[in-house]
């Protein structure tokens, strides 16, 4: 049972463009999302996050959105560039609970 | 401020031996964890402690699997016997007390089973 998905599991993208990473899950009770960026070799390293009371947040290039009704989620990274080649993985929680991860999304940003 | 430190960073080992993996959280974080992160999947939590306690580790395969973390800092994760599908990336985190606080990642013990 898969309750957070990353249905692309990798994505291209030129330098300077955006890159968006898609994220859908079945728990309506998860109330508090978060994005994980991994290079080779290296463990997760927090990105970002967002509470279910929003619906955007903001961090400089970095933007995530909250969809609640389609429980989707989704990161925008404007612009783009080659140090952002990683895997992204999204990861949800319930308050209080443990936080359950999607599979990753891989992005390559060519120069 | 330094970061969680897990070591050995890679270790091999023959299936039906044991092994142990060593983490070393953010000082002053109460809550530490434990993933497995099998390749090409996200990291799933084995268990996790508050403090010297533990919270959840309904997903702890504890016949073989064991945890501890003594005085609420140090941790070490064991396995014994090992099978060839726990062949995976052994993850330690930490994160202050409170909810929704964002975890923080060492690096992982690559453990491979031959």
């Known amino acids: 049972d898969q309750q957070v998905k990353q249905n692309s599991p990798s994505l291209s993208v030129q330098e300077g463009r955006i890159s968006i990473l898609n994220c859908d899950y079945t728990?309506?009770?998860?109330?508090?999302f978060l994005w994980y960026k991994k290079y080779p070799a290296e463990g997760p390293t927090f990105l970002i996050s967002?509470?279910?009371?929003?619906d955007k947040n903001e961090d400089g290039r970095f933007t995530v959105f909250l969809n609640k009704s389609a429980k989707h989620l989704s990161l925008h990274i404007v612009p783009s560039q080659p140090g952002d080649s990683a895997v992204y993985f999204c990861?949800?929680?319930?308050?209080?609970?443990?936080?359950?991860f999607g599979q990753g999304t891989t992005l390559q940003v060519k120069p | 401020e330094a970061g969680v430190a897990q070591s050995p960073r890679y270790k091999i080992i023959e299936k039906r031996q044991s092994v142990a993996f060593w983490c070393n959280p953010i000082?002053?974080?109460?809550?530490l964890y434990w993933y497995q992160q099998i390749l090409g999947q996200g990291p799933k939590l084995l268990i996790q402690?508050?403090?010297?306690?533990?919270?959840?580790d309904s997903q702890l395969p504890k016949d073989r699997f064991s945890a501890e973390r003594l005085k609420g800092v140090d941790s070490t994760l064991k396995i014994q016997p090992a099978k060839l599908e726990d062949s995976a990336v052994y993850l330690c985190?930490?994160?202050?007390?409170?909810?929704?606080?964002?975890?923080?990642f060492g690096d992982g013990t690559r453990l491979s089973i031959l």
């Open positions: 990861a949800a929680s319930v308050t209080g609970g443990k936080l359950i």
């Open positions: 728990n309506s009770m998860f109330d508090y």
């Open positions: 402690f508050q403090n010297n306690g533990v919270v959840d």
């Open positions: 000082s002053g974080h109460a809550t």
């Open positions: 985190a930490s994160s202050q007390q409170g909810y929704n606080q964002p975890q923080h």
């Open positions: 967002i509470s279910s009371i929003k």
